[in-house]
């Protein structure tokens, strides 16, 4: 688990050095519990007012981007952490003032812990539906790192169980929080594009076989799938974040991996997909384990002007350009990405709190699977049109 390493930045390309700082998160704190943006935005709460978190896996991803986030968030604290290394989780308990230290064979016993509110779920995919099933009938919150699941019955079972539980059950789609994503998001629904005609989405890297944090990846049983489960759900999602309202009609999809490539024996290398939207729009994406340099481009075309995002969902370094409009190509940031991990947490946070539904819940979770699964059902048939009814 934990020693087979979790860092999506390390997927970027192996070796890359990546930032471990946490930059403020007050404002998508403040946007994610509906408090209006002030000029000067309102203190902390009380430690012991904030939800208590524990962190399921303690791998690069984890150590790296989740717990540092923590650092700005206003409505979340560390409490736990559950590893199966325990000088790991020690060593990180005394840096960041966390006592409670479980393994996976006690894991169930944080059903008896009062300091322990929400767990984020931070394993191999194929890991995610027992732990988060095991969490829930625990009582507690869940957040689950994306993809939901290995398969679209798992992630429906984990709904099932969040509802037994009356839990929160959420999926760590990041991007939703994430400042520049979110002020595209503005722009479209604004009608800043004009009507909305064209998405495309392209994400990728070259998948090394001997590099640990791929390795699991190109395995079926710990990644669920291949490049589409892991890198592809980012375009898929993020594009459909940009179409609130609209429906997925139809989907078709064709296998882009190299022939005889020794990498996938048990999982796809490319896919390209596309979505046919209710509205008329279409949804062109490609995923793929075979890329180089690495890829994470958006772009949304309008009837009167477009935005590309190049990079779009790293968590560092997203940029967005707008073109048209009457006005002169502008590139530009409208926040520091790195504000997304603790954005991501407060706004779980505050809706277990309230008990009101979640920006990326378990529902959005499984859509993602169902379309998932779609594509792979068109490739499988040569591109044969995959007929559907799936709301966004």
Not at 166 to 174: N, S
Request: aromatic residues 8%; glycine residues 10%.
């Amino acid at each position: 688990m934990d020693r087979i390493g979790m860092s999506r930045r390390e997927l970027l390309a192996a070796g890359a050095g990546m930032s471990l700082a946490a930059a403020s998160g007050q404002a998508l704190a403040q946007e994610a519990i509906g408090q209006p943006l002030l000029g000067n935005p309102a203190l902390p709460e009380a430690p012991g007012q904030r939800l208590g978190w524990a962190i399921v896996g303690l791998g690069t991803f984890a150590v790296g981007q989740v717990i540092p986030g923590f650092a700005d968030a206003r409505l979340s604290r560390l409490t736990a952490f559950v590893s199966g290394n325990p000088a790991k989780a020690q060593d990180l308990g005394a840096r960041y003032g966390v006592e409670r230290i479980y393994d996976y064979a006690n894991f169930d016993s944080i059903a008896e812990d009062p300091a322990i509110d929400c767990v984020y779920i931070v394993l191999p995919v194929g890991l995610h539906a027992e732990y988060t099933i095991r969490a829930l009938k625990a009582g507690k919150h869940v957040l689950c790192e994306k993809p939901m699941a290995s398969s679209a019955r798992e992630a429906q079972a984990m709904v099932d169980a969040a509802r037994a539980a009356d839990r929160q059950l959420g999926i760590a789609y990041r991007v939703h929080f994430e400042p520049n994503n979110r002020e595209v998001l503005r722009r479209i629904t604004a009608g800043e594009l004009g009507t909305m005609r064209y998405i495309s989405a392209d994400h990728g890297f070259s998948a090394n076989p001997d590099y640990p944090p791929h390795k699991w990846r190109l395995e079926k049983l710990l990644g669920g799938g291949g490049s589409l489960y892991d890198i592809g759900v980012y375009g898929l999602n993020t594009s459909l974040m940009m179409l609130p309202g609209d429906r997925v009609v139809g989907v078709t999809a064709h296998y882009a991996t190299p022939e005889n490539d020794p990498r996938f024996v048990e999982v796809e290398g490319a896919v390209d997909f596309r979505l046919r939207m209710a509205s008329g729009i279409n949804v062109q994406g490609s995923s793929s384990y075979c890329t180089s340099p690495y890829v994470s481009r958006q772009r949304y075309f309008g009837s009167e002007a477009s935005i590309e995002m190049q990079p779009a969902t790293t968590y560092d370094d997203n940029r967005i350009l707008l073109e048209g409009g009457g006005l002169p190509p502008r590139e530009f940031r409208a926040g520091n990405p790195m504000s997304q991990f603790a954005a991501q947490v407060d706004g779980f946070s505050a809706a277990a709190r309230a008990g009101e539904p979640h920006r990326t819940p378990g529902g959005m979770g499984l859509r993602d699977m169902r379309l998932i699964e779609a594509i792979y059902a068109s490739a499988d048939t040569d591109g044969a049109m995959v007929a559907l009814n799936v709301e966004v």
